[in-house]
Every structure is written in C-alpha cells, then in structure tokens.
C-alpha cells in the first residue's frame, strides 16, 4: 500500500509577520501510524523541497510521542526536506491522500491547481481522501466526479469556528473552515474543542484538530486494509 501525503507550502500568517506552516503532530503521528504498518508514505507539497513548519507547533505544549520520535529521526527529517513537487506526482500511483494541517493550506492548498487535480482524480479513482485539521482546505475547490463540490451532501469535519477563535486567529486567516464547508453544502458537525473527533463518509475522511491526527491514519488504515481484501 502506497499513501501520499501533501504539505503547505506556505509560511506567512497573513499579513501579521509571523510564520506558519504544518503542524508537526498532524503530519508524524499519522505517518508513523502509516510507516509502522507497513504502508510507503511520499511527500509532496506545492513547490517541492522542504515545507515550512509552523513555530507553534514546536513549542512544549504541542509535543506529543510521535513528535518527540520525529525530532530523533534523522532519516525522515531528510525525507521530508527533500518533498517532491505536486507537479511531479499522479493519483494512479497511490491507493490514497493524505492531508496534514496547520494553518498553512488556507492560503496555499485551498486553490493550488496541482493539488485540487490530485485530490479530483483519486475521487474519480475510487481511492481515499484524508484531511486533518485544517487540511481540509484543499478540498474546498475539488470537484466530484458529478462536477458538483467534493464535500457537497458529505459529511465532514474540520477545525471549528471556536478553535480558531481560541487560537486568535479569526481575523487572520482568509476563511473558517467551518463556515466554507456549510457554504458549500457540506455536513459539518464536531466535537467539543480539542478533543478527537474523526468523520467518514464513504472514501472521504475529516477531522476536526490534532488531537484527530493519529485516529485520521487509523481510520485511513482501516479503510486501505479493507479495499486491498476486497
């Protein structure tokens, strides 16, 4: 099994100066759920090479087990300073998407036009779609295959309204995640903030935040194992 995983590109916060990025926890804790069990993983972002880390993540509170793993791991740290560019990699040679978050994809993701191709072709392949937190910004211009908004009708999640408010950050980035996805006809609903919570509908899994990123690899497992025995 073969999944790829696409990263910001992007490191300004808005016009605050301030830089922004992945997260760290939403990118190794599903990659090591991924790795450990035997599934490749690639990287690729926007512009290829090394996508920026958001500073936030690196502080004391937001470590976690498989941050503190990432930080010891010379060989995936080399990966991923060496991303591939999105115009370089096809949906037929991977059985699936994944998208980490931080808040980097709102400005990047949310209309690259080499993304918004992959994640249209692997929901023409049949394949799976995984977003964290605010990865699900690069769904919200990808179309179905009916032509009509991939999360039209679909059940979802993603960072909530309040989350961002918690955050400070409300009037910073270009959209709530939240607020699009109803815009567009999705069904959001969530959990109470910061605490897991993770939706899938049919081959499309949302998640609400980074306490989501390790049951988003375990869903997205799941769901891989049982495609491969059909």
């Known amino acids: 099994m073969k999944v790829l995983f696409v990263l910001t590109s992007h490191d300004q916060l808005g016009d605050t100066g301030k830089k922004t990025g992945f997260w760290i926890e939403e990118f190794a804790a599903p990659y090591y759920t991924l790795a450990d069990a035997g599934v490749e993983v690639d990287l690729a972002s926007p512009k290829g090479g090394q996508p920026p880390i958001d500073p936030k993540s690196t502080e004391k509170d937001a470590q976690t087990e498989a941050t503190r793993r990432f930080y010891e791991d010379e060989d995936l740290q080399h990966t991923l300073s060496r991303t591939k560019k999105l115009t370089e990699v096809k949906a037929d040679n991977y059985d699936a998407v994944f998208f980490p ?118 869903a997205l497992l799941k769901m891989l194992k049982k495609e491969k025995a059909a």
């Open 101 to 218: 978050g931080g808040h980097g994809p709102l400005w990047d993701l949310s209309s690259d036009k080499d993304s918004i191709r992959l994640i249209e072709e692997f929901a023409r392949q049949q394949k799976p779609v995984a977003a964290v937190c605010h990865g699900p910004a690069a769904l919200m211009q990808a179309k179905g295959p009916n032509g009509e908004p991939l999360v039209k009708g679909k059940k979802v999640a993603g960072f909530t309204n309040t989350e961002e408010e918690a955050v400070q950050l409300t009037e910073v980035v270009p959209f709530l995640v939240e607020d699009r996805y109803q815009e567009l006809g999705g069904i959001y609903s969530k959990a109470d903030d910061w605490q897991p919570y993770v939706v899938t509908d049919g081959l499309l899994i949302t998640v609400q935040n980074p306490a989501s990123s390790e049951p988003a690899a375990e």
